[in-house]
């Protein structure tokens, strides 16, 4: 279902050892950038956090504040800085790009957001050759392939943050442990509920023997709810920020930890058949970046959803070749 790395997979990124700070470097000053540095200083995972962004004033400003924030929570140093300063940071997050707006599907936002990441991939390769790349933009799948095209690095070190949220939020919609939503964080994702357990026990199961209530009624109304929170949230405030930016760190945290979670993030590969695509599917996430582990066998229903996810995303890329 999913390939393994082939391109380059056996070169290791440069990380800070245990005497030596970690950097990281986060691209784009806007609500999901911002966010993402605060979550990071609470965090305490970065020695140094250096933000940049082509409104350098906007970035400037966020910096000032993040430094105000620092003496209440770890001494990080923070900086505004340029593509130069990308040297030397274990990981490199780009959340730059247009907002999606109310009304706006993820992938309405592609050509827009692919341009700029075009801009920006080159520049952080060639200041940072070793790093991690983590892409937050939106349609974070197809950026994230594109991304790794435009890199020339190896699968492994391209990683999206994919179904993260969506996953943790269908878990916060049902208030129990899920496994999992795979394919693309956007309109075509699906929830994998064969594979969902209730500390164990099978989803359906624990519902019909302790609750008595319509399983797929329960099922259905999770995930619509999950599927569309984000249209929700736009239309309430504007823009969603807290929820991906908490999951971009606890990706950061994962790679600097060297944790070998299994997380759903978005990787270059084959998916359900279809060649040169991104998707989120589980991968195991490390120091090294993210790696295939394991095909996960799918209801037939789910191989069909998860078939349809990904000849969604070949035909954004497709129309972005064009």
Known sequence: MASKSTKG???KPVFANDLQPVKIAVIGAGNVGASTAYALLLSGLAAEIVMIDLNQAKAEGEVMDLNH?????????????????CAGAAIVIITAGANQKPGQTRLDLLRINAKIIEDIVPKVTQNAP???LLIASNP???LTYHSWKL???PQDRVIGSGTVLDTGRLRYILGQRLDTLWG??????????????????????FYQTTTGDDVQQIMQESFHETKNAAYEIINRKGMTDF???????RIVEAILRDE????TVSMAGTYAGVQDIALSMPKKVNRTGAHHVIDIKLAPEETKALEKSAHTIKSSLDSLNQ
């Open 9 to 11: 997979s056996s070169k």
């Open 69 to 85: 924030a620092a003496p209440f929570t770890h001494q990080t140093k923070i900086t505004c800085g340029n593509y130069e300063d």
């Open 130 to 132: 070793s790093t991690i």
């Open 140 to 142: 974070v799948d197809v």
């Open 151 to 153: 890199s020339g690095f």
């Open 184 to 205: 693309e964080h956007g309109d075509s994702e699906l929830p994998v509920w064969s594979r969902a357990n209730i500390s164990g026990i099978p989803l359906a199961e």
């Open 243 to 249: 929820g991906i930016s908490a999951g971009l760190v």
């Open 260 to 263: 070998n979670t299994l997380m």
